[in-house]
């Protein structure tokens, strides 16, 4: 895996130090307002395991997002395949999750790009999806600053999220690569 730099950040793959400030944020309701449920350390390390599996394997995922400047973690920024059934996959995603002492910097704008260009210019994808559940504006709107176009006909109920749940209902974003070519 290649490590991916920004002024800012370093996208790498996840260290063994990286499993305290993880746990904490899936511990925290602000950070995890917009899933389901809070995660359990068990869940964390389970999660961190399975994501340095996917990026050993394939050389890309959800890269450990550090402050440069610091060595901070301050959370994940990445690409992914999708685990469930829907109608606009199989595809790739983009994702984030931040600590919230890290948001409002404009990191996951930043971190969001640069995967991105990975994705587009390394791995060789023709699009990028993201999706996120319809209360959750901040994701959108780093989002739209990334170029992604909402495509309002593939909104969907995430599979995964009980019936009823205010949260199951999701926005669907994309972006090709002449939409992200033309916004470089």
């Given at each position: 895996m290649t490590d991916l730099t920004t002024d800012r950040l370093l996208l790498r793959n996840w260290r063994e130090s990286d499993r305290e400030p993880f746990a904490a944020m899936g511990a925290d309701p602000a950070?995890?307002?917009?899933?389901?449920?809070?995660?359990?350390?068990?869940?964390?390390?389970?999660?961190?395991?399975?994501?340095r599996a996917a990026i050993d394997e394939r050389g890309w995922g959800w890269w450990a997002l550090e402050v440069r400047?610091?060595?901070?973690?301050?959370?994940?920024t990445g690409l992914?395949?999708?685990?469930?059934?829907?109608p606009f996959l199989p595809g790739v995603e983009?994702?984030?999750?931040?600590?919230k002492g890290a948001w409002g910097?404009?990191?996951?704008?930043?971190?969001?790009?640069?995967?991105l260009a990975y994705g587009f210019e390394q791995a060789g994808f023709d699009e990028i999806l993201s999706f996120t559940t319809t209360t959750n504006l901040p994701s959108q709107r780093v989002m739209q600053r990334i170029g992604m176009v909402p495509d309002e006909a593939g909104d969907f109920d995430h599979p995964r999220i009980e019936p009823g749940n205010p949260l199951r209902r999701h926005v669907l974003y994309r972006i090709t690569r002449p939409q992200w070519e033309s916004t470089r």
């Open positions: 950070v995890m307002e917009h899933f389901p449920a809070l995660m359990t350390r068990e869940q964390s390390d389970a999660f961190v395991d399975m994501v400047a610091t060595g901070e973690f301050i959370g994940f992914n395949v999708p685990g469930f059934e829907a983009i994702g984030w999750r931040l600590a910097n404009g990191y996951a704008t930043e971190a969001a790009r640069a995967a």
